[in-house]
């Protein structure tokens, strides 16, 4: 039993092939590389109950990931995170059957964790010594996180207005952080100069191939949560869309090792009206998205206007008869509100997007009322705190509360 | 077999007992309650090979929990949080078998909801509409969110210099907030009065019995995850103390059902130079500790100037050969950066103190060099921004880095 059952990289636009034992970032042809394994060896190796005993983090699906020698594994505990049955919400929104995958639950609280985890390490293996990425925060706060374990220098840079928090998690690191008055587009300019001048491996969005391929343990982990089935529906809050591409390609792994059916769930990539690309394009039947102008969202993190992926995620909506779809940033923020007081649940914007889009879908009867639908919450609330205004009384020691003060 | 297996309530200093289907507080002696259970019914029904399936959760161990009906069970999937090596902190101290467990991972980012988790559900099931309860943030913020799932209304008093984060998500939630310019014990006492006012459940900490068991999942968990053995050392950054009492309670039980041996790990007492009444009391030898004054630490979680379970807490100490240690703020936020720069590990600044006491100690030789050590990193540090200074270059669009920037 290898490690990893990993075989080599192909390009999804022009079939050309390269190693996993070199350093390699985009094709030729200038398309994201993915990762093939050997699954039919894999196939007669490995079985489900021999996850049974592992650990509850994403390492669980080694054979499944890239990396070759398990010393080169950075974690933090990633992975395993809860799929909860929304029973408040989804009576609510008349999805009896409503899920959430809570990404909250992960080191640096934001499901970038899982890429980076599984990027950083194959880093490592590689012998990077250097890395840079533009990033939204916290992908740029994961990646720092896990270079710091990993003794890899980082440099970040994030537009001025990404989560606060993002950037004190950056400093603690130890990364090099730069800020830049402009959008995640602005960053990767900045990045990519100085990804030539320095000669730094460029960890940007699918510009190197392994984050996507921690990013799909987020589908492996729903299949095994569930029993070895699918949801019917997947909602992804959709940005540079990683996570929804790579679910898509767990879907496709499990099924050629025949671990689940053929069925797949209906894929949905959800993002803010204000910054619309991937909707625009499905809108129009197009297979590429166009740049969006003056992308703006509270959902900071599905900021991104033009995705390097786009084509990957428009195809794995078509082949799952998925859809797009947005939502108003006042919605989301509604929606965020009420997930947290019916059920507890403190959500990132990106994920309230998720749920509210899920609200519509079913509005709509596009999500059936027996669906069993699975809403990705890629984050946790704690990391937005201006998404809630707090109105308290301050009392003084002496004081009572005075049950008029009580809503 | 039952779900639960709960038998009685009992008090530790008069060894009165109370039944679990009735709401109950404090012994009418003034001592905080423990939970029961049968315990040879369990070991003959329960088997440590029985857990493999089960969801990784702290409901995992529902047996040895006091809810008894599943249907009360209010969760957002919390629990099994990672047990880290922590493998370059630990050269760092020349202490090889760190570990870390990360209470970070877990809903609202603090190991408080493991009691909200069980405390909340138990309380639905005692048919509580209202509760109340003094905070220091983040006991609050988890209560609040427990309770907006449960649909039981929340009366949350807090500090005004609590976490601003914590405020965040009680409103969330949707709980009553009152903040208080005075330290936690004056919360306390604006919560006691509204529980006579107005007829309130006192959830205050230790006044009712069934946070604790929530508590000492983490100790069923570090004894599981160690498979079925024990660390030499469990270092836990104490306020109230419900944790180290309630891991304490938890190892007790599992050598009960016999599923760990007669070891029990040194139990070690982590408070901050400005509020350290356990510290006090330990090095006077007492058997329950003086209430601190002027108390004022970084780690508000832990400036607690009189804890109820005061007793409970210095007898685990005794019991265990442990000790109980104080550390500087100055000293902690140091331990925090290290821990950040070299492990990619952001914890919060409770976490950090009981990291530094873990190098104090292996600088005096109280720690061995072979001892397995576990450190309790009672939550995020995502939820204390202010612990990290940011400075870092704004650029615009239009420039680019120069090396000299970069640290």
Partial sequence: MSFSYVSHLYCPKCDNTYSVEEKNQLCECGSPLLVAYNMQELKANLKPKNLLERKADLWRYHELLPIQNIENVVTLGEGLTPLLHMKNTGQDMNIPNLYMKDEGLIPSGSFKSRGAAVGVSKAKELGVK??????????????????????????????????????????????????????????GKIVAQAVKDYDLFDASTLKEPYRIEGKKTM????????????????????????????????????????????????????QAEGCAPIVKAWKEGKLSA????????????????????????????????????????????????????????????????????????????????????????????????????VDAPILQPEDKIVRDYVR
Avoid at 170 to 178: F, H, R, W
Avoid at 243 to 267: F, H, N, S, T, V
Avoid at 291 to 307: L, M, R, S
């Fill in 219 to 270: 589908g492996l982990e729903i299949a095994e949560q569930f029993g070895w089935e699918v949801p019917d529906v997947i909602l992804y809050p959709t940005g540079g869309g990683v996570g929804l591409i790579g679910i898509y390609k767990a879907l496709q792994e499990l099924q050629e090792l025949g671990w689940i059916k053929d069925k797949m769930p209906r894929l949905v990539a959800v």
């Fill in 130 to 187: 250097e890395l840079a990425m533009p990033t939204n925060g916290n992908a740029g706060a994961a990646w720092s996180l896990y270079c710091a374990q990993a003794g890899v220098t980082s440099t970040i840079v994030m537009p001025v207005d990404a989560p606060e928090i993002t950037r004190k998690e950056c400093t603690a690191a130890g990364a090099s952080l730069y800020l830049v008055n402009g959008l995640i587009g602005d960053a």
């Fill in 290 to 389: 166009e740049p969006w102008q003056d992308a703006e969202t509270v959902a900071f993190g599905i900021n991104v206007a033009k995705a390097l992926g786009d084509f990957l995620i428009l195809d794995a909506i078509k082949q799952t008869n998925g859809c797009a779809i947005a939502v108003s940033d006042e919605t989301l923020l509604e929606e965020l509100n009420k997930v947290a007081s019916a059920e507890g649940a403190f959500v990132c914007p990106e994920g309230a997007a998720a749920f509210a889009a899920a609200r519509k879908l079913r509005e709509s009867d596009w999500i059936k009322q027996d669906d069993r639908v699975v809403v990705l919450n890629t984050g946790a609330g704690i990391k937005y705190p201006n998404t809630v205004e």
